[in-house]
T-cell receptor, first 110, second 117 residues
Framework: RKEVEQDPGPFNVPEGATVAFNCTYSNSASQSFFWYRQDCRKEPKLLMS???SGNEDGRFTAQLNRASQYISLLIRDSKLSDSATYLCAVKGDSWGKFQFGAGTQVVVTP | GAVVSQHPSRVICKSGTSVKIECRSL??????MFWYRQFPKQSLMLMATSNEGSKATYEQGVEKDKFLINHASLTLSTLTVTSAHPEDSSFYICSAHGLAGNSYEQYFGPGTRLTVT
């Protein structure tokens, strides 16, 4: 079993709609969680950290469910520019080693 | 956010040659740098972790004699792919972990696309 798993998608979303997807992790001792956005043939860019109480950044909401060992990302009012692959990252220890999921592809259509 | 550069951004080399990729943290000191490899439609796979002044720690299945890592300073790490073969063709991304501003985060370089012919 992979340490971090994501539904690869693609999630085809009409512009203006809401889309949500999860990322499960196997290491219950994981400490920190992040969502990255990766555009085609580019490096990942940090979208947001995921806090225990859940957090929101504009149209993006991230949540953590430690009991079920997953994090989620919700995108409201989707824009065409939101089309990308969203990678979740889980940090298991304090000195920065990340495990990445394979990514969830989101395609926002006009 | 903090800036991490990689050079070259794209390289094509012949089978059997060696290729060196540089990763620099431009505006902060990176206590740790990570090297990843990403094949098309797959996740980032951690290859090795390097700390300044010490030997790199390689992930299982990554050959340390093939992928030489040098972390000579707090702002520079290099990855050398020795005797490259077509199966080494991939997107290589470094990241630097350090204090930038008020937070410790991991910042990615723009990646190097290696094609071995």
């Amino acid at each position: 079993r992979k340490e971090v798993e994501q539904d690869p998608g693609p999630f085809n979303v009409p512009e203006g709609a809401t889309v949500a997807f999860n990322c499960t992790y196997s290491n219950s001792a994981s400490q920190s969680f992040f969502w990255y956005r990766q555009d085609c043939r580019k490096e990942p860019k940090l979208l947001m950290s995921v806090y225990s109480s859940g957090n929101e950044d504009g149209r993006f909401t991230a949540q953590l469910n430690r009991a079920s060992q997953y994090i989620s990302l919700l995108i409201r009012d989707s824009k065409l520019s939101d089309s990308a692959t969203y990678l979740c990252a889980v940090k298991g220890d304090s000195w920065g080693k990340f495990q990445f999921g394979a990514g969830t592809q989101v395609v926002v259509t006009p | 956010g903090a800036v991490v550069s990689q050079h070259p951004s794209r390289v094509i080399c012949k089978s059997g040659t060696s290729v060196k990729i540089e990763c620099r943290s431009l505006d902060f000191q990176a206590t740790t740098m990570f090297w990843y490899r990403q094949f098309p439609k797959q996740s980032l796979m951690l290859m090795a972790t390097s700390n300044e002044g010490s030997k790199a720690t390689y992930e299982q299945g990554v050959e340390k004699d093939k992928f030489l890592i040098n972390h000579a300073s707090l702002t520079l790490s290099t990855l050398t792919v020795t005797s490259a073969h077509p199966e080494d063709s991939s997107f290589y991304i470094c990241s630097a972990h350090g204090l930038a501003g008020n937070s410790y985060e991991q910042y990615f370089g723009p990646g190097t696309r290696l094609t071995v012919t």
